[in-house]
Nanobody, 123 residues
Framework: QVQLVESGGGSVQAGGSLRLSCIAS?????MGWFRQAPGKEREGVAA????????VYADSVKGRFTIAQDKGKNTLHLQMNSLKPEDTAMYYC???????????????????WGQGTQVTVSS
């Protein structure tokens, strides 16, 4: 069983930055960040395929968010810059083994989930 613990959420004004972190209890081949705003479906934000270091981003965050993994510490980070009010959501860390690289932003490709951390961006 893999456990994921997120941290780093909070409230910022538009244009500000936040850095989310997720610590995994074991080595994971693929990890990603998802978010869910009230009344909306959970969507993939960014993910990394650890084996080759490949990353993928949702179009809505490209150029603003950066995902990175510290393999030695089994930690995943999401640096979020130029935040917008529409980035407001609960952010979840996800992890899985054997995730197809073409499905890195697909929710049901991941077996393990964290509890989530709230990000609120005010205008």
């Amino acid at each position: 069983q893999v456990q994921l613990v997120e941290s780093g959420g909070g409230s910022v004004q538009a244009g500000g930055s936040l850095r989310l972190s997720c610590i995994a209890s074991g080595y994971i081949y693929s990890m990603g960040w998802f978010r869910q705003a009230p009344g909306k479906e959970r969507e993939g934000v960014a993910a990394i395929y650890t084996r080759v270091g490949a990353t993928v981003y949702a179009d809505s965050v490209k150029g603003r968010f950066t995902i990175a993994q510290d393999k030695g510490k089994n930690t995943l980070h999401l640096q979020m810059n130029s935040l917008k009010p529409e980035d407001t959501a609960m952010y979840y860390c996800a992890a899985g083994r054997g995730v197809d690289p073409s499905r890195l932003l697909v929710q049901n490709a991941y077996a393990y989930w964290g509890q989530g951390t709230q990000v609120t961006v005010s205008s």
